[in-house]
Structure formats: structure tokens, C-alpha cells
């Protein structure tokens, strides 16, 4: 009598485990989706001296081909999660040699995508640690999950071509370091905001550089026109208030809509400064505004989170104005 060999439960666990880890990460870059979209930011908590996710999703790494970054890790979870777990599903009425063939080609896109995530993944956590020096959470569960798709489609099956899948694993991973490398070429380059010549609004782009200062942040290097001037004046007449964080970004952009002439009228009657180790700050009063991201502004009574555009301030506030303003985001 011929005794069967067993199937190795890895074997047989191997599809569910991945897609249930496909399914962690299908929630946590949805989140992260959300939350960028909807520009509030106000994930992964930390000290204020301290970087975290806000920083992360701030940043310009968090866009790729002007798309926020989480929507395609997102769409990757999603594709996983599909082919880990489409076969288990088409088990029943199915031709064993179709069934086959389904099951053969899900294992090469898992395998395949898994080296995509783990090799682009590898080379976040690069960024975070040595040129955002940030702590992410999120960014590193989603690290961690990769990886560990990748083992397990690795160790789940019995796979007939070593040599097949060591060079597939070479391929992949080259193409998609190469194309990493190429959609964040021109991170690390200057950019200017330029002055419109149409008389048209420009969109106001934000790279740093250098460390904030402590004091101000970063220079403001746009101007103000009549109409930022006069939405400035508006807003401390009205009793807006703005909450800030030297060190965030997105609050540097939004100097930068209203021009450095306008915001130091807001600097000196509606800016609040939320960060303990700033000479200005008064953690204090935003605490006691349950400030939860930043920028926010409050005005009568309501929060508004994220980067408000000048004439989404002008419509909220009722000011009647000129509305000519340079800059948008």
C-alpha cells in the first residue's frame, strides 16, 4: 500500500493567511488614503518635536505622479488580496485544469507582486529613516505586511523552477527599483514659485529642504497682492485663528497662499504656534482648542482641518473683497 504524502499545513494555509494580511493592508492605506484626501493628517500622534505620519504624508514622497501615494499602495493590497484568495473561491464548479492553471498563474502574480511591494517598501523605509528621520507606524505595519506576503508566497508552495524564480525575483525587483528611482528623481530638487505672467493663479508647490527653524519655520518666498492683504486684514477683523506647527509643511504652504506681507498681519493677530519647543509656542491654547492636525483654522465656532484656499477662507467668513488672489493649492 502506497501512503500519501501530507500536504504541509503552510500549503494549505498559505492563500488565506496572505490574503487576510492583504486585508490588514487594504484597511491601514485606506486610512492613510482618507486621511490625505481629505487633508486633516492628524494620524500617528506624537510630541511635537517629534516627526511622525503627519510629517511622512506631508511630505513630497507622499505623492507619486501627483496622485497621493496610499491610493497605490491601496490598489496593491486589493490586487493581493484578489489573487491570493480568487482561487479558493472558483474551487467548486471549476475544470481541475483550468482550476490549475488559475491557481499556477495567481502564485507567479503573488510572488511577483510581493517582491514589487517588498523591494518598493525597502526603499521607504530608507526615506523615512535617513531623510525624513520620522517614526510612521503606518508606513512600517505596511512594510512588515509586504515582507511577510512575500515569505509566505515563498514558503506556501512547492515551487518546481528554483532557478525560474530567482531570476524572476531579480528581474522584478530591478524594474521596480528603477522605476522608483525615476518617479522620485525630482524630489530632492529645488522648486520655485514662480509669479503668474496670465494673470492667472499658480499652484503653489512646497519642497523643504533644510531643517525648520524653530522660530518661523520656513521663509516665506511669495509675495502678497491687494486681495491677500485684505483677506489678512478680514480674517484677524473676524477673529479667525489658525493653529500651526513650525515644522508642518502643509502649514508652510499655507503662508505661502497668502504671501509673506499677508501673513505677518495673520502672525501677529490669529497664528497660534502649537508647538512646545517653539519660542512662540502655546501648546496650552491648543490643547484647549482640541487641535487634532494641522493647519486648522476655527472660525465662529467651526474647524476647518487642512490647507484652506484663499477664496475657501474668503467664502467662509463672508468677505467681499477683492479676490484676485495669486496662489492656490
Known sequence: ??????????HKWSRPLIGAIAG??????????????????TVCTTPENVKSCVDVLSSPWATVLGQPLPIFGLLAYIGMFIFALAPLALNSGTNPKNQKQIENLTWWLLFMGAIAMTVFSAY???VLAFELQAVCVYCIASASFALTML?????????????????????VAMVTL????GVYAGVNQSAEIPESTDGKPTAITFTPKVEPNPAFGWEITT??????????????????????AYWCPHCHEQKLLFGKEAYAILNESSAVECAADSPKGKPELCKAAKIEGFPSWIINGKTYSGVQNLDELANITGYTGPKNFKYFR
Do not use: C
Open 1 to 10: 500500500m502506497i501512503r500519501r504524502r501530507s500536504t504541509p499545513w503552510i
Open 24 to 41: 490588514f493592508g487594504i484597511l491601514n492605506t485606506g486610512y492613510l488614503t482618507y486621511e490625505k484626501l481629505t487633508g486633516k493628517i
Open 124 to 126: 521607504l523605509m530608507y
Open 151 to 171: 515569505v509566505l508566497t515563498i514558503i506556501g508552495r512547492d515551487w518546481e523552477d528554483i532557478g525560474q524564480l530567482l531570476f524572476t525575483a531579480l528581474i
Open 178 to 181: 528603477i522605476g522608483t528611482l
Open 223 to 244: 509675495t502678497s497682492g491687494e486681495a491677500e492683504i485684505a483677506l489678512a486684514q478680514h480674517l484677524a477683523k473676524v477673529g479667525a485663528k489658525e493653529y500651526v
